[in-house]
């Protein structure tokens, strides 16, 4: 198993990036996510598993 995949193959932003910065910055949302890391900004196809990340620290 991978513990840290890459989620956004587009802009190589791999998991603990993400929960870093939605820690770090309190971040709620996708376009949130995008604009500080540009993950989910390319051809859109991570944005399900950027949200299922937000869902697992914000819930
Ligand atoms: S894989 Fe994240 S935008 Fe394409």
């Given at each position: 198993m991978v513990e840290n995949p890459v989620i956004c193959d587009?802009?190589?932003?791999?998991?603990?990036?993400i929960v870093d910065k939605i820690?770090?910055?309190n971040l709620?949302?996708?376009n949130e996510v995008g604009k500080e890391?540009?993950?989910?900004t390319?051809?859109?196809g991570?944005?399900?598993d950027i949200?299922?990340?937000l869902n697992e620290i914000n819930n």
């Open positions: 587009c802009n190589d932003v791999c998991k603990s990036d820690k770090d910055k709620k949302t996708i890391l540009d993950a989910g390319g051809c859109g991570c944005q399900f949200q299922d990340i």
